[in-house]
């Protein structure tokens, strides 16, 4: 109940800020109009002006990505808002879906979602006006590099392993939203830990959803590996890199490849480590649970506690069932809260790196049997019949 009404709470600021800056700073449309939008909830247009003085001619600098740098800014009512000013190019046809993409993502709400309040599509500036979260993205919690002010050690001893177990579960729901409960379905296709952000109390919030169709990012971090365009190397599935059909499943590789990092506390690949078997951490995972080792994974995780022991196991099947090489064999989103959630038995995970121990050549078998959603194991059949105890590995990748 409290959160029903923080969450009205919430919006109601949102809104009267929104109608602040446009009473402020420039003329509204007509009233019919200002009304008709804030009753359908449609995300309100800021102009360039505006955005300039929200964001202090943008003296506040968040960060960046390969969508163009994100400014922290305050509406003239104090809300605090995250503007990502956008360098993407648009073609004229992306240009003029803007509206119709701004609209999708301004109607998508959901808690563990980054809410989007407004945007600007004035000649010269294409921004998003977003929710300002106070922790900003998980990837600092998790490796400590951060540029958030408080040192290393500091983070991480904030951050419990309850507390990164609670993001990984609420990080799923806000993905499980996108695929299977929003009007229209939307693949991410760039989850990774800095498009996790976190509230002040460490709510997870997944960002830039819905940003994939609107143009060609910058190639910053990005890599020839995912054909300029979509995901990020380390994250991105293979069937991105490898230029195959795509479904929302890319977008489950990417969540099993945030889970190694959650369940390790570290980059998935760190090529300072000593020992260059643990490398790369989801195959020196692998590796262990293939030997039985489970232990060796535990005390691995950092601050794992004798009584949840069988979360960071579970933890760690989810996340081997969801870098599976085949698409098809990667469970649905509803599937992975709920094994994360302890309601659905888990089938002992296959290797999913036989494409590793292979040189690599599996692309020619590998996704044959398509990327779609329904021979895995996994397959929203067994969510539908109430089934799920008895999923199988049928669909496992051929042995090497
Ligand atoms: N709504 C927000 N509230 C607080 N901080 C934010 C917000 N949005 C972004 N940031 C900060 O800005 C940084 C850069 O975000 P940005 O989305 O531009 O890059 P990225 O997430 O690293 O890459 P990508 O372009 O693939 O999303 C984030 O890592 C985060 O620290
Ligand atoms: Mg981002």
Known sequence: ????????????????????????????????????????EKPMRFSSQQLA????????????????????????????????????????KVQEGFMAEIGTIGRTYHVHLVRLY?????????ALVYEYLENGSLEKYLYGDGDGGAGEDEKRERLEWRTLHRIAVGTAKGIRYLHEECQQKIVHYDIKPANILVTSDFTPKVADFGLARLGERENTHM???????????????????????????????????????????RRNYDAQLEDESREWFPKWVWDKYEQGDMESIVSAAAGVGEADREKAETMCKVALWCVQFQPSARPTMSSVVRML??????????????????????????????????TGPFTSSSRDTGRDSEVSAASAPPKS
Do not use: Q
């Open 341 to 374: 959630e302890g309601e659905m038995a888990i089938v002992p995970p296959v290797n999913p790196f036989h494409y590793v121990s292979s040189g690599g050549s599996s692309s020619s078998w590998a996704l044959s049997s398509g990327t779609g959603t329904g």
């Open 1 to 40: 109940m409290a959160k029903i009404s923080d969450e009205v709470n919430r919006r109601n600021r949102a809104l009267e800020a929104c109608a602040a800056v446009n009473d402020v700073v420039i003329e509204i449309g007509p009233v019919e109009k200002f009304l008709h939008d804030i009753l359908n």
């Open 118 to 126: 407004g945007f600007c599509f004035d000649p010269d500036t294409k």
């Open 223 to 265: 890599s020839s590996l995912t054909g300029g365009r979509r995901g990020t190397p380390g994250y991105a599935a293979p069937e991105l890199w490898m230029a195959l059909p795509t479904t929302e499943k890319c977008d489950v590789y990417s969540f099993g490849m945030v889970l190694f990092e959650i369940l390790g506390r």
């Open 53 to 92: 003085s929200c964001t202090g001619n943008y003296s506040t600098e968040l960060g960046s990505g390969g969508f163009g740098v994100v400014y922290k800014g305050e509406l003239p009512n104090g809300l605090p808002v995250a503007v990502k000013v956008l360098k993407v190019s648009m073609n004229k």
